[in-house]
C-alpha cells in the first residue's frame, strides 16, 4: 500500500519535534526562566525571535523547552501506561473467571468518565507538580491499553496453535510472550502514539487551569495561561505555544491513523 504524503509529513514532524525535545538545551539562545523585566512584551525581533513574555523571558527559549518537557512527561506516561496496561491485560485475559469479572467492572466505571475529567479531578487531589501530574495522568492511562489486551488474549487463547501449545506442556509465561504478545504489538503501538498527543493536551489543559505544573516552568499550558492577560496586545504569546500542541497532537495523531489503517489491511489480507 503506497504510503500517504500526510504520512511522511508527520513522520518528518514527529522526528522534528523529538529532535528539538533532546537538544532542547543547545537551540534555546537564552535561559527560558531567566527573568529581566525591563525587557518585558517585546515583540519579535533579532535580539528575541518570537519576543518575550510579560516577565520578560524569552518565548522561543520557553517553547523549546516546553517540547522537551511536554514530551518528556508524554513518553514516561505512556511507558507507565504500558508497564501496568500490557501485563495486567494478559494475565486477566488469560485467568479469566472472578478475576476477569472483576477487571470489567472496575474498568468500566473507570470508562464511564471522560479521562480528562477523571485525571483532573486526581491532579486537582495531588496538587500542582510534575510527578503529581504522571500519576494523575496515569492513573487513569492504562485502562484503554489493559483492556484492548485482554480482549484480544480472550479471542487469541482459543485459537489452534495456541492449544497446541497448551497441550504440549508449555509454560504459560512462554505462550503469553511468544505466541500471543506478537499479533498484539502493532495495536498497542498505535494507541502509545496516539496516546502522546492526548497525554500532551492534558498536561497542557491542567497547567493552563493552574492544577498543573508550576507557575516558573516552561510548559506549553502555562505559557497559554500566562498570555491570557495579553491575548488582544500581543496575540502571539497565545499563538504560538497553542500551535506546539495543536501540531504535536495532529501529528502524532496522524501516524496512528496511518497504522491504523494498515493494521486494518493486514488482517483483511490475512
Known sequence: MKKPILFYIALSMALTLVFIAIFAKYLAPYNPEFVELSAKLQLPGPDHWLGTDHMGRDVFSRLVTGTQLSLSIAGIVT????????PLGLMVGWAGGGLEKTFTWL????????????????AGI???????IIIAV???GWVPYARVIRNMVVLMKDQEYVLGAKTMGAPVPYILRVHILPF??????????????????MISGFSFLGIGVQPNVSEWGMMLNDA???????PGLAIYPGMAILITVVTFNLLGEYLKKQERVDLWRD
Open 184 to 201: 498484539v504489538f502493532k495495536p498497542i503501538l498505535i494507541m502509545a502514539l496516539m496516546s502522546i498527543g492526548e497525554v500532551v493536551m
Open 107 to 122: 474498568t468500566n466505571i473507570v470508562l464511564s468518565f471522560p479521562p480528562f475529567l477523571l485525571s483532573m479531578a486526581f
Open 79 to 86: 511507558l507507565i501506561n504500558l508497564c501496568i496496561g500490557v
Open 138 to 140: 496515569s492513573s487513569v
Open 126 to 132: 495531588l496538587g500542582q507538580g510534575l510527578g503529581n
Open 228 to 234: 491570557k492577560s495579553y491575548i488582544r496586545s500581543i
